[in-house]
């Protein structure tokens, strides 16, 4: 018997669009999170403040007031009452797996799991970029080698020019004029 597809359907670009970097970290913010595991912001902290064990540094930090504002000017249109006047917390991929342990909710694992999928997937294309540019550094370095080579051909070519535009020197016997 097959099991049933999950009616929670949440498109990559959704959750990709959530995902910003702070501290040099991909993370996603409480209230964005809270959205998508179907559960209000406060009950999602509540949550983490309880198990605070479960979340260390590098899996979930709360924001500084500077970088919160900086999260806030780069949101073009400010919903009334989406931003609190507390400063979200901010979690990493490891973060948000621990999440779905916490919350227990079946919605919760699904959307967690879905996250985790698409945080691998944009590992994968960085991963795949990086190969692309190192196989155009290798074409470049190819290519100017080969530059230099023409370089080296083209000032053959020229010295060759340079030699069949002097004068030359007959050679042989000549026969004097009036004999």
Known sequence: MKEEISSLIIPNEVIVNKIYLFRGVKVMLDSDLAELFGVETKQLKQQVR????????????????????????????????????????????????????????????????????????????????????????????????QDKNIEVIFRYFDELLEQQQRPRKEIGYKIPKGK
């Open 50 to 145: 309880r198990n605070a064990e479960r979340f260390p540094e590098h899996f979930m930090f709360e924001l500084t007031k500077e970088e919160n504002e900086v999260l806030r000017s780069q949101i073009v249109t400010l919903e009334q009452g989406k931003y609190s006047k507390y400063l979200p917390f901010a979690f990493s991929e490891h973060g948000i797996l621990q999440l779905s342990n916490v919350l227990k909710s079946k919605q919760a694992i699904e959307v967690s799991i879905k996250i985790i999928d698409v945080f691998v997937q944009l590992r994968t294309m960085v991963l795949s970029n990086t190969e692309i540019r190192l196989e155009v550094e290798k074409i470049k370095k190819k290519v100017d080698n």
